[in-house]
């Protein structure tokens, strides 16, 4: 800075001047101030006058006051909670007795299916699918749960919509061996932690529940 | 997903291995379970050292060679209208001539069931398993 005013002789003039309070305006307020009322016309204005009024301010004796009407009432009053509602109905259609949705309620109910289950779900058509339990999505009627399954050494994965009217039932074919830590396991995907195949366990499950119903077809 | 460049496994006799497609037949979109693809053969399957000559010979299609084929796995996951969702762990397809029959005798693998849709009946009839 000391080398400044060597070079620009001036230079220090023009600061100064800038830095004169009185020549430029600090600061504004923004404290809150009433909006001014309008001035109504003088009463008796001469009509000539009325022309150097603009167009929106000259008194108009045709224009109506701008209607304003009531809002329409609340659909929140009619019903509160319509997702909750159609809910209810359409658990009375396809859960009736509430079986399913508590074999599937792993949050409240201890006995449910929990992640890690081996599971045998049967469908309408016949084909049965075994898998080991991936997730649980307790979503309300559509509440689903994703096996997984190692078929002719490919892997498949299968969401199922737990009140679908297409599933017959779901059996729990074998608890998983240890608590889980995780509500979704899945890490199952990996090469490491990857459990193959669950056919045999299922296939052994199935002979051994032929075997006590005696062939019947009930579900346990 | 299967699009240009996708390299597929090829799960029937026919003798190719691995596949490229090359093309997505009647679609703008990548190919799914049930669609027509044009590929190229990659890789020829080769049982073993000493049976290689035997099946060269018996291997209907070579490398490089351009076929139609069919998608019979993804691992995008489809939805069914159930809403249920299916997903496998590899693309997979088999080789079709141009009127539509399989090239191999014989399939290997799992397929996925939306091929009784899309009127591919031979294949089905072929796999072993369907989900």
């Known amino acids: 800075m000391a080398a400044l005013p060597a070079m620009r002789p001036l230079g220090c003039l023009r600061s100064l001047s800038l830095s004169n309070p009185s020549s430029t305006v600090d600061s504004f307020s923004t404290a809150y101030s009433k909006r001014p009322e309008r001035v109504p016309l003088p009463p008796n204005m001469p009509e000539q006058f009325l022309s150097q009024i603009p167009l929106r301010f000259r008194p108009d004796p045709d224009r109506e006051p701008l209607k304003i009407y009531p809002a329409p009432p609340s ?16 658990l009375a259609v396809l859960d009736p007795t509430g079986e399913r949705k508590a074999m599937f309620d792993y949050r409240r109910n201890p006995r449910s ?45 299968m969401s199922v919509k737990v009140f679908s009217p297409n599933v017959n039932s779901v059996e729990i074919v074998q608890r998983s061996e240890k608590k889980r830590r995780r509500a979704r396991l899945y890490f199952l995907r990996d090469k490491k932690h990857d459990r193959r195949s669950v056919e045999n366990i299922v296939a052994s499950y199935v002979r051994q529940k032929k075997a006590f119903l005696g062939g019947g077809n009930r579900r346990r | ?9 090829c799960i029937d006799n026919s003798g190719a291995s691995i596949v490229e497609c090359v093309n997505v037949l009647k679609k703008k979109r990548p190919a799914t379970i049930g669609d027509r693809i044009v590929v190229v053969v990659q890789k020829q399957r080769s049982a073993g050292s000493e049976a290689t000559t035997a099946a060269a010979l018996a291997s209907k299609v070579r490398r490089g060679d351009i076929r139609h084929a069919v998608v019979v796995r993804v691992k995008k996951e489809l939805q069914r209208p159930d809403g249920s969702l299916v997903r496998f762990g590899d693309n997979a397809c088999v080789l079709v001539n141009k009127s539509g029959d399989p090239i191999g005798t014989r399939m290997n693998g799992v397929v996925g069931q939306e091929l009784r849709n899309k009127k591919w009946s031979k294949i089905l009839s072929l796999a072993p398993i369907h989900v």
């Open chain 1, 75 to 90: 659909a929140r009053k009619a019903c509160k909670d319509p997702v909750g509602a159609i809910t209810e109905s359409q």
């Open chain 1, 113 to 157: 299916v929990k992640t890690g289950d081996i599971v045998r779900v049967t469908f309408k058509n016949g084909d049965p699918f075994n898998g080991i339990v991936m997730s649980i999505k307790l979503r309300g009627i559509e509440t689903s749960f994703l096996m997984r399954n190692e078929l002719t050494r490919v892997a498949v994965e």
């Open chain 2, 1 to 9: 997903m299967i699009q240009l460049k996708t390299l597929l496994n």
